[in-house]
């Protein structure tokens, strides 16, 4: 079978053939981790261990270049973790001047915060840790 012109080929054609033209971008972009905003930083890391410091919540900003504002989250990960370098696994909210962890037991933390930006993230539970919110 010839090959048809561009301009004789179908709506449905020329739109399988713009899927395959992409497909390599898109590709090398989950491939290499890169993003179309930059690469995303945590700084300010504040660690707060449980009581029985099996676990720790970080409390830290997270930054993802110029177009997108910082926001505060909140991870917990087990005691002797590393600052966490992802995106928070248990609170996240736009830029606010106060978010406080802290644990009422061991196995329980209460994050209290201004709710002055929007959630985006408000985990109950996180592996054996529930966690309760406060909007001060």
């Given amino acids: 079978q010839r090959a048809r012109p561009l301009n004789t080929m179908s709506v449905r054609q020329r739109s399988v053939l713009r899927i395959y033209a992409l497909l390599p971008l898109a590709c090398a972009l989950l491939s290499t981790g890169c993003s179309l905003t930059g690469p995303c930083e945590n700084s300010q890391a504040v660690r ?7 676990f720790a919540a970080w409390v830290f900003i997270r930054g993802c270049g110029a177009t997108t504002a910082d926001s505060v989250q909140v991870s917990v990960l087990p005691g002797s973790s590393d600052p966490p370098r992802e995106a928070g696994n248990t609170f996240i ?21 201004q709710p002055t930006g929007r959630v985006f993230k408000q985990e109950a539970q996180v592996g054996e840790v529930a966690v309760s919110y406060r909007a001060q």
Wanted: hydrophobic share 40%; glycine share 4%; aromatic share 8%.
């Fill in 93 to 113: 909210i736009e830029q606010t001047p106060t978010v406080i962890a802290e644990w009422l037991a061991p196995g329980q933390l209460l994050v209290s915060y």
């Fill in 48 to 54: 707060i261990p449980s009581p029985d410091e099996r």
